[in-house]
């Protein structure tokens, strides 16, 4: 395993890399796989791009992420102004069902509500609104519930994980249960285990997806009630 210290310095040249977190004052902390990032940036998109550059570094295991959006400006936008920003954001992604997704603002923070039929349509209308300047969060409470009658084919999200570089060789164990499929077993990146579970929420008929899987780097696992794995965004 990487020591802390190079583990800290492979994030931190991992998240100066990133150019648009130019003049971000972001702090880096890691214990034994696990990083801490906090200090500020001026939107809350620079905050998503902070977590993705984290995620992309081997030998990270879980992120607790502290960081705090400051707009910084002197002038924040009210939640109406900041509303109608959001849904004109929406309005023009057409993978977006608009007429199904509801957002609720309350002191910048924006909550996403409603229902979609696929959740590559979830994860898009998160991504949409990252760039809309005066964010401050978001919750992501938008439900998935597929039209479709089809029936989940457990080899065809087995044979989809092996297809894929990020997982084809981990040690991926996929069971379905009407249209719930969970994952378990072990990959080697936080990426690997985003990545499953994407792939996973593109069979037909599935409205949920358990993604139990483990970071497991050079033998080393983390174990659920051992380490707290945050940055949860949806």
């Known amino acids: 395993m990487k020591t802390n210290d190079l583990l800290q310095k492979d994030v931190q040249d991992a998240i100066r890399w990133e150019r648009a977190l130019k003049g971000a004052e972001i702090d880096v902390n890691a214990n034994d796989g696990i990083i801490t990032l906090t200090g500020w940036v001026d939107s809350y ?17 879980a992120i607790i992420e502290k960081i705090i ?5 002197g002038i924040e936008k009210s939640d109406e102004d900041l509303a109608k920003d959001v849904l004109n954001a929406l309005k023009w992604n057409w993978e977006i069902p608009n007429e199904k997704v509801k957002v609720k603002v309350e002191n910048g923070w924006i909550t996403l509500e409603g229902e979609t039929e696929w959740n590559y349509q979830k994860e898009a209308a998160q991504n949409t609104i990252t760039k809309v300047e005066g964010i401050k969060g978001i919750t992501n409470a938008i439900v998935t ?3 479709s009658l089809d029936k989940v084919e457990l080899e065809d999200i087995e044979s989809a994980l092996k297809r894929n570089w990020a997982v ?17 077993g072990n990959v080697g990146s936080l990426y ?23 970071v497991e780097y050079y033998g080393r696992q983390i174990d659920k009630n051992e380490r707290p794995v945050l940055s949860e965004l949806m």
């Not at 998109?45 to 295991?61: D, L, M």
């Not at 959006?69 to 400006?73: C, D, K, L, N």
């Not at 060789?169 to 969970?182: L, M, P, Q, R, Y």
């Not at 792939?199 to 993604?211: F, K, L, M, Q």
């Open 45 to 61: 998109g620079k905050k998503i791009k902070a977590e993705q550059a984290t995620k992309s570094v081997t030998g990270v295991q």
């Open 168 to 184: 084809s060789d981990a040690d991926i164990k996929v069971f379905v249960s009407g249209s719930e499929v969970t994952l378990n």
């Open 145 to 147: 519930k597929s039209d």
């Open 69 to 73: 959006v400051s707009h910084g400006t």
């Open 192 to 214: 690997g285990k985003d990545e499953a579970g994407r792939i996973a929420w593109n069979a037909p008929g599935v409205w949920a997806v358990n993604n139990n899987l483990k």
